[in-house]
Structures are given as C-alpha cells and as structure tokens.
C-alpha cells in the first residue's frame, strides 16, 4: 500500500502536468499522436479497464447491501444499476457536484474506518513494521500484492485525472502553468493520504480481528481465506453488531463513489480515443452492463466467495493494464515538458 501510493503521487501528478501543460488529456494525444490501429488497441485495453475497475464496486455494493439488509449478493448485484440513475441525476449540475458527492463519500469511508481501527485496536508497532517490511506470506498473497497495485493505482484513472484539471481555469502563461502544476501536487498528495489511510485501516482492521484472542474456530477458519463479506461476519462477532454495518456503510460508499470515476473516465476515453461522444445515461449503462454480467454470473455459480475471488482478479486485471497507460503518459509528459522548456528559453 505505502508503495503503491508513492507510485501513484508520481504518476498522477504527471497526469495532471500533462492537461495543465499541454490543454489535451492523455487520450485525446493518443488519438493525435498514434496511427489508427495502436489508437484503436490503446481504446480497447482502456474500456476494459473502466470495466475491470466497476466489477469491484458493482460487488462490493451487493455486498454491501447484503450486510445491511440481508440482501442475497445475486439480487445486490442486480441493484446496483440503480447507482446509475444516482449518477445521472447528479451529473446534470456538473463536475463540480459530482466533485463534492466523492469528498463526502469519501469522509463518510474514513470516519467508519477510523471508528472501526479505534475499537479494534491493532498493534501499533506491528502496523508499522507492515509498511515499511512488506512480507508475502500466506496462501495467494502474491496475487493481492499485485492486485493491491491495481486497485490504487488505476489506469484509466491517468485519463481521468489529465482530463479533470482541463476543467479548471488555468492562466496561460509559464508563472500560471507552473503555480497549477504545484496545486495539483499538493491536491493529489492529499488526496491519496486520505485513501492511504483509509487502506492501512482496512488491512489492519482485519488483521487486529483475525489476531484476536478469543476468536471461534469457525472464525479462525474465515480468517484463512479472508474477503469482504467474511471481515464483515468476523467483526460483527469480534468487535460487536454494530461495527458490521459501519463496515457496510463504508463499502456503499466506496462502491458510489468508484461509479462516479469510473463513469467519468470511460467518457472521456470514448471521446479521446475514438472522438466519439455518447449521451451519459448509454454511456454509464453500456459500462454497467458489462461489468454487471460477469459479477451476476459469479455471484449466482460461486456465491459470495467466487464473487470476491471475481474482486481479486479484476483487480489484477488493472495492474496489468497499467504499463498501457504509463507509457503513453511517460512519453507525451517527456516530448511536452521538453517542448515548453525550449519555448521558454
């Protein structure tokens, strides 16, 4: 986790230095800079990661639901197109609203979080050691490494993020280009805190329960193949009922707020890529569709753990994706920054 956020303030940042330098994101310099059928294969691999990013959040919100109000994963699956008419219904009063749903649904994530780490009470020398001594040890834990790189570090988050500060207004000169480009290091290191605080918590929430010492031996068992729906039975009989349903809380609005950027970035992939502009509401239903299928099928063969299994897997999808977003990226940001330093002189 703390590498991976490292990872992620660099590479975000350049993102971000790329649309403020250049006034393009990072799709729309593909489509100019590419001939038509690497542009062509650059779309596909970013769609798939757009849908590899919402198959997560469409489980994680059935589970959610199935925490909260015992809905079965298969019918919670089937719901979470309902966020989509949430979506819409926001994205009417622009960026700056939807801006504002994720800061709040983010608060809601940390402070849920942060209760459970207080009443769970992990070793704080432990935690610490976790960060900076990173082991793989146990079964598949390789496999949430990598997967763990994925989720933080999202591909088509680098379209998204080099295309949000197109929509500020951003003075055109090198004094003003530079001052934005210093903002939105500060805005994204203090953005990927907050999700890095929010993920230390939830590793070490479920570790601090699973370490207990008067856990069952039906719970010591869950603990050996550890997923979303299990942590929440486990703190439920651990911490108490009530620490169950904080934990749903958070996972809803951690499944809400992925819709949004999910959403948001599969459009302006469309519209960079391809210079195709679909309504939102087709947009965000193709999108939902696709990832609603394959978590539907899971959930209905393999249950609520097949579907986790599903999280790990698409989330290890995304990792390997990344190097077909960083590279582009790491190549425009060099020709770019090369070019602007040259006008200068």
């Given at each position: 986790i703390l590498v991976a956020s490292c990872a992620a303030l660099v590479i975000q940042s350049l993102a971000a230095n790329l649309g403020v330098v250049t006034g393009k994101h990072l799709a729309e310099h593909c489509r100019a800079e590419y001939s038509k059928v690497p542009n062509f294969l650059l779309w596909v691999v970013a769609e798939i990661a757009v849908i590899a990013c919402d198959i997560p959040e469409v489980i994680g919100t059935a589970f959610a639901l199935n925490m909260l109000f015992h809905i079965p994963v298969w019918i919670g699956v089937l719901l979470t197109g309902l966020s989509t008419l949430m979506l819409l219904a926001i994205q009417q009063y622009g960026v700056r609203k939807l801006e504002s749903l994720i800061a709040f649904l983010v608060f809601t994530i940390a402070i849920c979080l942060f209760v459970e780490l207080h009443y769970s009470k992990p070793d704080p020398k432990e935690v610490l050691h976790g960060l900076f001594v990173p082991q793989l040890k146990g079964n598949g834990a390789t496999g949430l490494a990598i997967s763990l790189l994925g989720a933080m570090v999202m591909p088509h988050n680098l379209f998204l993020h080099s295309a949000l500060v197109l929509s500020r207004k951003i003075p055109r000169s090198a004094t003003g280009i530079k001052e934005a480009c210093g903002f939105y290091l500060i805005e994204s290191g203090l953005a990927l805190t907050v999700a890095f605080l929010i993920n230390v918590s939830v590793i070490s929430v479920s570790g601090a329960v699973c370490n207990a010492s008067d856990l069952s031996p039906e719970d010591r068992a869950k603990c050996e193949d550890l997923d979303l729906n299990k942590t929440s039975f486990l703190l439920r009989n651990v911490v108490g009922k009530w620490s169950s349903k904080l934990f749903a809380i958070a996972l809803l609005a951690s499944g809400q707020s992925s819709t949004i950027t999910g959403t948001y970035a599969g459009q302006y992939v469309m519209q960079?890529?391809?210079?195709?502009?679909?309504?939102?509401?087709?947009?965000?239903?193709?999108?939902?569709?696709?990832?609603?299928?394959?978590?539907?099928?899971?959930?209905?063969?393999?249950?609520?753990?097949?579907?986790?299994?599903?999280?790990?897997?698409?989330?290890?999808?995304?990792?390997?994706e990344l190097p077909f977003a960083l590279v582009p990226l790491l190549k425009f940001t060099s020709c770019k920054m090369k070019m602007g330093s040259h006008a200068n002189s």
């Open positions: 960079g890529f391809l210079d195709l502009r679909l309504e939102p509401w087709l947009r965000n239903f193709l999108t939902r569709c696709l990832a609603i299928i394959p978590s539907l099928i899971v959930a209905l063969i393999g249950g609520s753990a097949g579907a986790g299994k599903l999280i790990i897997i698409a989330s290890m999808i995304l990792s390997f």
